[in-house]
């Protein structure tokens, strides 16, 4: 068993398009459309929650043997929430207004249902180091649906792409063009979600009910 | 009394957990395919928000607080002390209700440890985190122990109504003619999509 045998590259391939967090296994759905209206803080969401995953899933794995079962979601969330903990420090020391715009989504990541999900259908059965590589997948399948979403937010929202105002650039205004407000508000996150889960199983049929 | 009612009826319409803040989306999409589990579900979460936002609140304020019993700020610990209430509760509740209503518990008994990780739960607590703080003539504010069961109450009975209303859509939609890729999750997105624009016609109300 090398360390990228077929079995653990499956681990780390599938989750970003096969079974993706977000369009497929359908977990996680709350933190990626509420952090998505602008670019920044979507990728550092992206990468919290890519992190947080990683961590909590080599943890579990490394003590799977000694959870008793019936207290097995328990321990999951403390695991969880002492790690959340730890990102939401950092960030509020080191990026203080993408924590602010972040506000009550990075304490969600604790009841981010990928978590759950990777923990107890994953590290729960599996050495540490597929563990691994199973949550770096599925962080970052989760993480490359919310910069999709907040690009074409941010971009027909509010003219700008990380804060540089591309739309003014390429004289998108001269010729008339509005800020779409709908694009920042809620309705908007939902039905772009709905065309990324549209064209997904346009093209993959296996994926269609 | 008022700030009471105006708390409740904004936290149902205006900052609907669902419409507003995105909260609670995995059980909202997965358990909305008929009305019976969806009332269901919506009441075990009313029933669980209300008594684990109190419950909070009161940790919140008398604990963690820096002018709490212990004097030292501990507001960092709030996260892991949260969930724990929370959980620690659902398999309270998860308990009693077995014990003593088999058939609630038959109805709820799958929903219940679902809840513990709701994030409507975990997102109302900590919202009512952040409001503590803001000054007492905003509409949203949450002054005492009152206005925090207020709240609960509010956010609670606003995810219940969106979810009863999508799963009736949804069982109507059963027999509508949608195109392949369509169907399931990406027409449920944009029945969502098109409930929430509905939904913030609510938004300038004010009482």
Known sequence: ?209 | MEHFISLLVRSVFVDNMVFAFFLGMCSYLAVSKSVKTAVGLGFAVIFVQVITLPVNYLLQTKVLAADGILGVDLTFLAFILFIAVIAGIVQLVEMIVERFAPALYNQLGIFLPLIAVNCAIMGGSLFMQQRIGLPADNSQAITCFGDSIAFAIGSGLGWMIAIVLFAAIREKMEYCNIPKPLRGLGIAFITVGLMAMAFMCFSGIKM
């Open chain 1, 1 to 209: 068993m090398g360390l990228f045998s077929k079995k653990n590259k499956e681990a780390l391939n599938t989750p970003l398009f096969k079974e993706n967090p977000v369009t497929v296994q359908v977990l996680g759905i709350c933190s990626a459309l509420a952090v998505t209206s602008k670019l920044e803080p979507a990728i550092v969401m992206g990468l919290s929650v890519t992190i947080i995953v990683a961590m909590a899933n080599v943890i579990i794995s490394l003590i799977r043997n000694t959870i008793p079962m019936r207290i097995r979601i328990i321990v999951q969330l403390v695991v969880v929430a002492a790690l959340v903990t730890l990102v939401s420090e950092v960030l509020k020391a080191f990026a203080y207004d993408v924590s602010v715009q972040l506000s009550v989504y990075i304490g969600l990541i604790i009841t981010n249902c990928i978590l759950m999900g990777r923990l107890e259908a994953f590290a729960m059965q599996n050495k540490p180091w597929p563990s691994f590589l199973d949550g770096i997948g599925n962080g970052v399948g989760y993480a490359m649906i919310l910069v999709i979403v907040a690009f074409f937010r941010e971009l027909f929202g509010s003219g700008t792409l990380l804060n540089y105002p591309v739309l003014e650039k390429i004289g998108m205004y001269e010729i008339g063009y509005l800020n779409n407000g709908l694009m920042l508000m809620t309705p908007a996150a939902f039905i772009l979600i709905a065309c990324i889960v549209w064209y997904q199983r346009a093209k993959d049929k296996s994926l269609q009910e």
